[in-house]
């Protein structure tokens, strides 16, 4: 599935290399947009499925989908297991309810978090503390990509277990086997990936 899913991604462009800042403000040789998924319903489909099998022996009352990339995979991974869902607001209204978390759930469940990728975990601790300022428990976070560079860690120094479908050198390992990406874009993207390593 990992091979299948590293294609597909290529297939669609979902993965680029040049220059980019990522959220962290680091400078990226490559760049995981999956933004476009929701475009490409197979795709989407693939890896709702893979999420699904990743997530199936983890404990969890209900899923919580990280706006905005995320919320489409969540929402697959919800319809396609009948597992309820909630999400956090990225801006609360000012009118309305007012409501943070969006959903149904009860103080003192535990919400399975589902994110498109992570790259150094400080942006994870954000999104974890909307769900627990509302009283809900997280213990796991499962992601599609995982780009190696001290995430995991960071996640588990605070008490969370990440899992994710598949690593960055795995990814780009895929691609150069199959002859998708060039010798310079995969040793510039391999060298950044070790220099960035904590």
Not at 5 to 26: D, V
Not at 50 to 68: H, K, N, Q, T, W
Not at 135 to 160: S, W
């Amino acid at each position: 599935m990992k091979r299948e899913i590293a294609l597909a991604l290529s297939e669609i462009g979902a993965i680029k290399f040049g220059e980019f800042t990522l959220k962290s403000g680091m400078k990226s040789p490559i760049y995981i947009d999956l933004r476009i998924i929701i475009s490409y319903p197979k795709v989407l489909k693939l890896i709702s499925d893979a999420m699904v099998e990743l997530s199936r022996d983890l404990e969890f009352d209900v899923i919580a989908g990280i706006p905005y990339t995320a919320l489409p995979i969540a929402t697959a991974v919800s319809l396609d297991q009948s597992w309820p869902m909630v999400y956090a607001r990225k801006e609360v209204k000012d009118y309305g309810t007012k409501k943070k978390l969006e959903g149904v759930y009860q103080e003192g469940q535990t919400a399975l978090i589902i994110d498109d990728l992570i790259t150094t975990g400080g942006s994870k601790f954000e999104t974890a503390e909307p769900f627990e300022a509302s009283g809900l428990k997280i213990k796991d976070f499962v992601v599609l990509v995982d780009r190696e560079q001290g995430g995991g860690g960071q996640l588990e120094e605070k008490g969370y277990k990440l899992h994710s479908i598949i690593g960055i050198n795995e990814l780009l390992d895929i691609l150069k086997e199959e002859g998708k990406v060039g010798e310079d874009d995969y040793n510039r993207s391999k060298k950044f990936i070790a220099d960035s390593q904590v």
